[in-house]
Structures are given as C-alpha cells and as structure tokens.
C-alpha cells in the first residue's frame, strides 16, 4: 500500500517538474522570435547602418526549391534595416518596426560593406564575442557596395539565403579552392596574430537589380545572382584592398589553403601557349621555411601535389611518360606565376595576409621578439623574399589513355 | 546517512573538487601569461599539487582519519583547535561564496541571462542543501555517475572539432620565461590545492592510510584533462584568440560541428558542466559544514547546513557582486589565502604531530 501511495505521489509530482523548464526570467516563446538567418553592417554618416535578415515562418513551400508544392506570394525571409550610433542601439531599434524580437542564435552569415570595412570593424567583432546569442561561427563576407541590398537577394533552389551563402561558401573552398571560408572566429584569430591581417571573399550581385520579389525567382535565368567575387583584405581593423580571384588562388597555394583545385595548363607549352588542359589537383601540401639571409627572411615555400587530368585538347600519347613530365612542369609554371602573381600584389598592399609574421615568430623567436620590440615587421615584411618550389604528380589520366584529338588525326 | 567512501570514490570526488571552476576560471588566467606554454604551466602547478596532496596525506595516515579539528584538539589544545576551527570555518564560508558566485556568474553570462542572481543563487543552495543532507556518500556516488560520463563527451568533444584543431597553434614552445611560466602557474596551484579538502573528508574515507594515492590520482587525473581542455582550445583559437575569450573552453564547444546536421552543442556541454559544479558546490558546503561540527562540537550538523547555507548566499550576493572583484581575488589574493588554509595548515598539523610525538617519547624515557 506505502508503495502504491509512493507511486501516485511521484506520478502526481511528475508535471510539476515542467515548471523547471520555463527558464525562469528568461522564457521566450517561439512565435515571438524574428529568427536571423543573416546580418549585413553598413557605416553611413557617422553611423551603423544594420540590416537583418530574418525567416519567415509563415512563407509555404515555394517554387523556390525544395520538393516544391503550392505557392505563396509570401517571402521565404524579411529584412530590416535600421541605424543607430552603436550596433546594439540599431539592433534594438528593429523593436520599433517588428513584431519579433530579433534572435540571433541561428545567423548563418555577416555581410560587412566597404564602407565598414575602410571605418573600421573592431567594434563588430567584439559584439559577435561579447553577445551571448551571437555566433562567431557565421561566416563573413564583404561587398563592395551596401552590404544591405546582399541580404535582400531571393535565391533559387534554396529558400533559407543566409544558409544558401553558407553553403556557397563550403563549395568553394571544398572544391574551387580559390579562398577558404571565413568564419567570425578565424577573422578575429587573424587579426589577432602576429600578422594583424585578415581576408575576407567578396559577395556581389551580378546584376544590376536585386531579385526581392518571390514572382521574380519564377525564371529559369535570373538576371541577377548572388556569387563570390575577389577576396578582400583587411589590415589592423581597416581594409586597404582587394585581391583578384587568381591572386588569391595564389594565396591559397601559399597559404596551405587548398582542398580540391582545377587547374588550367598548357598541355604542350613548347609548341603553344593556349591552355587546352586541366587538371584536378586532389591532394597539395604547402611548407614554408623562413630562412634569414643576413638583412632579409628568405621564405623557402615547397607546394607539393598530385592529381588527376581531366581534359586534354592536343596530341599526345599518355602512356608516354615524357609527355606526362612535360604536363607536370607546365602545371609547376602555372602554379608558380600564381603564387608570383599573389605575392607581388600582397606586398603592394602591405598586409600580412601570408601569415609569414606567425611563421617567423615560431621558426625564429629571438628575431622575432627583436622585430616586436622595434615594431618592424611592415618593413622586414617588405624586405621579404620568396622562394617557391612547386612539385606536382599527374597520378592518373582519367578514363583515357590518348587525347580525342590524336585519335581524330590519326 | 554519512557512510564511508572508497579510495576511487574519493580520488573522484577530489576530481570535481578542483576541475569545475578550474576548466572555467583558469584558461583565461594561465594564457595571459603563459600563451602556447600554457601546458607547461599546468605541469608545474600540477607538481606543487601532488607536493600538496602529499602533505595532506600525511596528515591523515598520522591522525589515521580521525576529524582533523579534533585531533588538533588533542594534540595542542582546545583554545588552538577553537581559533584554528574558526578561520578555516570563514576560509571555507569565503570559498564557498565564490565558488557559487563563480556558478551564478556562468549561467548568468551564458543560459539565463534576464533571471535574477538572487533566484538562481536560492535555486542552485535549496537543491546543494539536499545534496548534503543526503551525505558524503550519496554525493560520491553521483559523482562517479557524473565522472563516468566523460566517455561520452569526451569522444564526442573530439571528433566535433577535429577539423579545426590546428596542432601547429601550439608553436613556439619554451616561449616564455621562468618567471612567466611561474606566474601562470601560482592560480592553478591554488586550485590544485583544493586538494586539502581530504582534511576534512577523511573521516568518511573506507581506507585513510590511502589518502595520498587518493589525492594524487584525483590531481592526475584534474591535470590531464585540464591539459586536454588548454591544448584543445590553444589548437583551435591560438594562443592571441584565447586570451580575448572569457570561458574559451566553451567558445571551443562553441564551434564543434558534425556534417549539417549537429551543431551548437554548447548547451549540451553546459548542462554537462552544471553538474558537476552541484557536485563541487555540494562537496565544499559538506566540508565548511563538516568544519562547523568539528569547531563547536555539535553531534548533529543537519540542523546548522541551511544557515551554513544562507551565510554563504548572503556573502556571494553582496560581498562578490562585482566580477571584476572576484577576477582580480582568482588572480592575485587567492593564492596567499589558500597557501596558507591549503599548505601552512597542514604543514603545521606534521610539526604539532612530530613534535607532540617526540615529547611523548621522552616522557617515556623519563618515566
């Protein structure tokens, strides 16, 4: 009986443990949540100028990916923008316009503008570490223009467009290679380090327009898309310049950033010139040894990789080894022009963005400690001298053991 | 209700004595100084721990377990185990305080943000005090539970972040010098000496004469994962990153990421962390309430544990309300206090017995 009576107390008591789960003070119910997807930062007469990206729950399965299935002419996300003399000042602001109260726990990506950028981002990255619902997890972007108009581009084939860039993003460096995503925490290491520089990719419209209407998405060929662009860079907090997408594919190469890249190459450079082959380089490693050459760091860069060829446009016999070192050095000349070309505008800019002042700091401390003493990295930076070797192996050439061509001529 | 523990039962508990609040306070304190040879630093406090528990140890296998103020009581006298019973009473009342505040301030700064510190501080006494009540015992025994856990998050800790550890983060080492190497170290070894808790448990230990090895395998076993929480963070954040978070290891958890599908686990990590602070916090209100009983001799410390209790609110509330005043105290007050309860104490405790030994032995040779 004492355990019956125990029972019903515990099974009588058990609802009232639901009470636990309130959160006390800190309750928030769902449908009042304006849940961001993405965030964008312009600085515009002295002021933040903030746009948020936020989901729209009441939008149904659109034509804009997914299965598919009914319609709405609701749009999958809303923006605000609002401005204020600090950031938090312009979030709370949105408070006048929205009936949700902004959560930022689920933002995917941060667009900062040039704007911003050439003002200063310190403050920014500080309210993404200090906030408690803010991730530093979200990757950054910048744009050339109003990093706002980024934000209110619909997308086609996903729905959720902050999420649509992130995966953008993870593509790219998964399988272009060009620059590797740059999430919040990895811009704050970067400026952090030694080196005081950071990169970030540029996000554009192609168009002119911005697609914000859900009818617009309706057409097979938008004439204005969401892409990746150059990759910009950041010096201190302050942005001084841009790379182009081919410098920083360079960078990459210096930088061990590389996951999966195409190359293009001459197949046959001592008859022509014209690139008429590719290659995916499917493994690369990349080691720099900074060597001090009595006035000046020498930086021994050993980019070693191999791969498969993917394409071949002139004559040639595959099971011919010669031809196949010939494939090789015309890649290691691709690759070096490259890494030339990078490394000539980043010295231009003066940014560290090689992170060769953390190489020299681990490599040769005492020199190091003297460099910070005197505060004269930019110059020693300056100085700098590289030395790149490139090594690469065509591992396989696919499913055929001849070009198309030769067999045409034969 | 007070049972005894066993010697893994107790090297546990020894475990979340010290891990709890060391995970969250001390990252931030031994990069500042110590960066990339953050490890190092671990090493060193870890050294002045197993001195510690060493000491400790001693103690106990020459009282044989019995309560320390008591057995001060007999060896010296009343008037000595009275005053000493009183400090230690307000070094562990302190203690305690800040420990709460420590845990106030976390969910505070991460969880619940718009709660008042006033609720969650009666919250997290009314459920401690039921801890306590329930014994050293049940205490350990949920210890193990929470200890035993670690094989989940551990493994699953690991393999989140695996793509972002960068093991060359953790260059250059031997950085820094000896004097900074110390300095990083000192708070760690406050921690470490923690330890000094046995004093005070001892009675309850299964095996006293055991109370070195379970001091030592407790701070072994505090060292190694401390050792894998810095190195785990180092390899992802840096050692400039680092210093610029308040709690790095949960910013480490923070970005953990398996496929598209898990991510933001730090609430996970955290619910994991607030159990075991309920179990420091508890172990630390057992031992200020176990040196209450022992000061003024009272055979039944039940009734006393809820005043004990509100004592240690009231002091976290407003002696501690400013976090900047705890940070500093963590950083530069706390080591003389705990040197002196920590180390001084027991040290002290070894000369009273070898000095009332030697007088014993030769009234034995004068009779």
Known sequence: ?410 | MNGKIGTTQAAMLIVNTILPTATVVLPIIISTYAEQDAPMAIIMSTLAGLLIAAIVGTVIQNNNGAPFLDWVREKSSPVVSTILGLLMLQFYLDTTATILREFVNFIKDNVLINTPVTVLVILILFITIYMVRQGIESIARVNTLVILLYFVFVPLYLFGLFSDLNVHNLLPMFDHNLAELTLASLTPTTWMSEVAVLLFLAPYLQYPQRARIIGWTGLLFVSVLMMFSLITALMVFGPDFIKLSAYPGFSTVGIIRIGRFIEKLDILFISYWVLSIYLKFAIFLFVTVECFKQTFRVSSSRPFIGALGLLIALECLFTWQSSAKLNIYNKEGRFVVFFLFNVLVPLGAILLYRVHKSRSKRKGVET
């Open chain 1, 1 to 410: 009986m004492n355990t019956q009576r125990k029972a019903l107390c515990l099974i009588l008591c058990l609802p009232l443990l639901s009470a636990l789960l309130s959160g006390c003070w800190d309750d928030r119910e769902l449908n009042e949540l304006g849940v961001t997807s993405g965030s964008a930062y312009d600085w515009e007469n002295n002021e933040w100028k903030a746009t948020y990206q936020v989901i729209n729950p009441s939008s149904g399965a659109s034509g804009m990916g997914g299965s598919g299935g009914g319609s709405t002419s609701s749009p999958p996300f809303v923006t605000f923008t609002v401005k204020g003399r600090t950031i938090m000042e312009a979030i709370e602001r949105t408070n006048l316009t929205s009936t949700r109260e902004m959560f930022f726990s689920h933002s995917r990506i941060t667009v900062i503008g040039e704007s911003l950028a050439k003002h200063g981002i310190n403050q920014l990255i500080d309210m993404f570490l200090r906030k408690q619902d803010a991730r530093e997890t979200v990757y950054v972007f910048i744009s050339k223009g109003e990093a706002g108009d980024i934000l209110d581009q619909l997308m086609q084939l996903t729905k959720n467009q902050g999420s649509g860039i992130q995966l953008m993003i993870e593509q790219e460096s998964r399988l272009l290679s060009y620059y590797p995503g740059t999430r919040l925490f990895e811009l704050a290491m970067s400026l952090a380090s030694e080196s005081g520089s950071a990169v970030l990719p540029e996000i554009l419209l192609t168009g002119p327009g911005i697609m914000d209407e859900t009818s617009e998405t309706g057409r097979t060929d938008l004439p204005s898309r969401l892409a990746l662009g150059r990759l910009g860079v950041l010096k201190g907090e302050k942005f001084v310049g841009w790379l182009s997408q081919k410098q920083a594919f360079g960078l990459s190469f210096m930088t061990d950033n590389i996951e999966t890249a195409t190359i293009a190459f001459a197949s046959q450079p001592r008859k022509s010139d014209k690139l008429d082959a590719s290659f995916i380089l499917q493994n690369s490693w990349t080691n720099v040894h900074p060597v001090w050459a009595k006035d000046h760091f020498i930086m021994d860069i050993d980019i070693k990789g191999s791969g498969v060829l993917t394409e071949l446009g002139s004559v040639m016999d595959l099971n011919d080894r010669k031809a196949i070192s010939e494939m090789e050095a015309s890649l290691e000349r691709q690759v070096l022009d490259l890494v030339n070309n990078s490394w000539t505008e980043v010295k231009k800019l003066g940014a560290d963005v090689t992170g060769f002042a953390v190489r020299v700091h681990r490599s040769d401390r005492k020199r190091w400690k003297q460099i910070e003493k005197e505060k004269s990295w930019d110059s020693v930076f300056q100085e700098i001298e590289i030395r790149p070797h490139v090594s690469f192996q065509i591992e396989r050439t696919g499913l055929s053991n001849k070009s198309f061509k030769s067999v045409q001529q034969e």
